[in-house]
């Protein structure tokens, strides 16, 4: 199964971009990662999927235009243009290796994202 | 709407057990795969396992099999997470989430349900 690896922080100032980084271990190129945003004490929610082609169906609900994906090789990127104060959180990418009952899930150790 | 709304803070002693729940509601509960994970204070997240509801087919990551136990009960569209003998390693916040269909991405979350184990 892949491993997920995440930069531990990231920052950037009101109204700037910043972008995050998923990268996947070795061998594992062609596998899509989901994006979740996880708000100071509360629950995660779903930003949306990402291949090496994009943005993988839709965004999660009440998702601004403000974020977007990218993916090159192994890594899997996740953008936010124009920071909001509302936008500082922690960032967990996640992947699924196997079908049916013989899937797992996977995560990085998460991106806290701070707004300057 | 889909929601999926869990049972409150626990707080439990070593070696005791605990249930806990994740209701669900706006959506086929049957037919989508739901999945427990783990958030210890301060961590990332962690994937437990997930259970199949319309046949209670289960699946546990290797590092909870055996540690705890998956569970749903079809006609309240439940779901359960569960723990014969608690430690206090299992002190942490717990979410459940509904796995899309087809594709995998947990696409709605539980408020999470925070279990406390101290002596």
């Known amino acids: 199964q892949p491993v997920l690896t995440q930069p531990p922080s990231a920052s950037a100032s009101l109204g700037a971009s910043v972008t995050l980084t998923c990268t996947l271990s070795s061998g594992y190129s062609d596998y899509k990662v989901d994006w979740y945003q996880q708000r100071p004490g509360m629950g995660p929610r779903f930003v949306m999927r990402v291949g090496t082609g994009g943005i993988v169906g839709s965004k999660g609900d009440g998702i601004p235009d403000r974020f977007s994906v990218l993916g090159s090789g192994l890594n899997r990127y996740l953008t936010i243009k124009n920071i909001q104060e509302d936008d500082e959180s922690d960032f967990h990418c996640?992947?699924?290796?196997?079908?049916?009952?013989?899937?797992?899930?996977?995560f990085g150790g998460g991106t806290k994202v701070t707004v300057l | 709407e889909v929601q999926l709304v869990q049972s409150g803070v626990e707080a439990k002693k070593p070696g005791e057990s605990l249930k806990i729940s994740c209701k669900a509601s706006?959506?086929?509960?049957?037919?989508?795969?739901i999945a427990w994970l783990r958030q210890m204070p301060g961590r990332g997240l962690e994937w437990v396992g997930f259970?199949?509801?319309?046949?209670?087919?289960?699946s546990y990551s290797p590092s909870f099999q055996g540690q705890v136990t998956i569970s749903v009960d079809k006609s309240i569209s439940t779901a359960y997470l569960h723990w014969n003998s608690l430690k206090a390693s299992d002190t942490a916040m717990y979410y459940c989430g509904r796995h899309s269909a087809g594709d995998n991405r947990i696409d709605f979350w539980g408020q999470g349900s925070l279990v406390t184990v101290s002596s």
């Open positions: 706006g959506y086929n509960f049957p037919n989508y795969w």
């Open positions: 996640g992947a699924d290796h196997g079908s049916g009952s013989d899937l797992v899930y996977v």
């Open positions: 259970i199949y509801p319309d046949d209670s087919d289960t």
